[in-house]
């Protein structure tokens, strides 16, 4: 048996005991503290993640834009370097304005993009010509028109033209019309950096674009087509271009490919699988500011498909592999005067035939 030596010896070992029980107590309990609070944090930030501005277009289904204030919900989370490309509000957008419905259940879907040009507007012969010469693939297609725009006076006025003259595409869910909430857009001065020597407002300009097209293309995911086609809001079409389209589409379904150009300008007449959206709008997402759609087109296939040891016109072939071009063109540009203030735009897209 152990015998210590004398009561100050006994003490001394009581004291030691109850120190290094009173440190694990506090480990112990620390411990469970953060693993508390860790999983509290993780929950938290699922819940935002999965947020997508719920609520805020509870009226839309009356064809009446919602009374959103400015500032109302925290911004949309597209920062100027984004982390986590499409997380949260841009991986499942929800309009701020609604007309129209998706119930109905397409193979392709074309998005189109719409915004104030200056004295004129081509949209409605662009939406007369896409639904005069769809037949016969109606029940195949499904329109969607976003409008780019915060003023609500002026989506509610192009929201009624579009219903008074397109009834039946809108009732029977055709067609529909869309425009983002209220703080989607960034403060313009704070995200716009320098480059290739545009002046601002050409800069702001092809930005908002590439915001307008993110917000569309995923909305238009989660319609669940088998096709998205990329249009603009000052074209015509030619007659029985669905089918011509969704036959060429089937034709090359087992082929690997980007997009297939039905038009051989910038972002009209391009169509793309629906699963291949959310790859392609987050890398529009990381570069969204920094160069134009159909540029940034160009870099996201050359990075998927070139290598670094081959010269630039290898890289140019391999890239046309998976850029698809169909010839005649089955829709021509039409918009004389640009979307951007003070713009002219005259190209045309020669093979178009009408």
């Known amino acids: 048996m152990v015998r210590f030596q004398s009561k100050h010896t006994v003490w001394v070992v009581i004291l030691i005991l109850y120190g290094l029980s009173t440190v694990y107590y506090i480990a112990l309990t620390n411990s469970r503290n953060f693993f508390r609070l860790k999983n509290e944090v993780q929950k938290e930030i699922a819940l935002q993640a999965s947020k997508s501005f719920h609520g805020t277009v509870a009226d839309v289904q009356n064809n009446v834009a919602p009374t959103q204030k400015v500032g109302s919900s925290s911004k949309y989370s597209h920062p100027l370097y984004p982390g986590f490309p499409l997380s949260g509000d841009l991986a499942n957008p929800i309009p701020g304005f609604k007309l129209g419905h998706a119930s109905k259940q397409t193979k392709v879907v074309i998005g189109i993009p719409t915004i104030q040009r200056e004295g004129i507007s081509y949209l409605h012969q662009t939406i007369d010509s896409l639904l005069k010469n769809i037949e016969p693939r109606r029940n195949d297609t499904a329109i969607v028109i976003y409008i780019g725009e915060l003023d609500t006076e002026f989506v509610r006025s192009q929201a009624r033209e579009i219903s008074e003259n397109f009834p039946n595409e809108v009732e029977d869910g055709t067609l529909q019309v869309i425009s983002p909430p209220l703080n989607f857009y960034p403060d313009w001065e704070e995200v716009l950096p320098p480059s290739f020597g545009d002046p601002k407002e050409r800069i702001k300009w092809r930005s908002k674009q590439n915001l307008d097209q993110i917000f569309l293309m995923m909305y238009i995911y989660h319609m669940h087509p088998a096709y998205y086609l990329m249009l603009e809001d000052d074209v015509l079409s030619s ?116």
């Not at 070139?306 to 021509?332: T, V």
């Open 239 to 354: 007659v029985g271009y669905m089918d011509s389209i969704i036959k060429h589409a089937e034709s090359i379904e087992s082929t690997d490919y980007f997009f297939v150009s039905f038009c051989s300008l910038g972002a009209i007449g391009k169509l793309f699988r629906a699963r291949t959206l959310p790859s392609y709008a987050a890398f529009i997402h990381i570069f969204w500011n920094r160069k134009p759609l159909d540029w940034l087109q160009i870099d996201y296939v050359g990075t998927e498909v070139c290598s670094y040891d081959e010269s630039q016109k290898e890289c140019f072939a391999r890239r046309k592999e998976y850029m698809k071009e169909y010839r005649p063109a089955l829709f021509q540009h039409i918009g004389r005067i640009s979307s951007l203030k003070g713009k002219q735009q005259l190209l045309k897209d020669n093979s178009f035939v009408g």
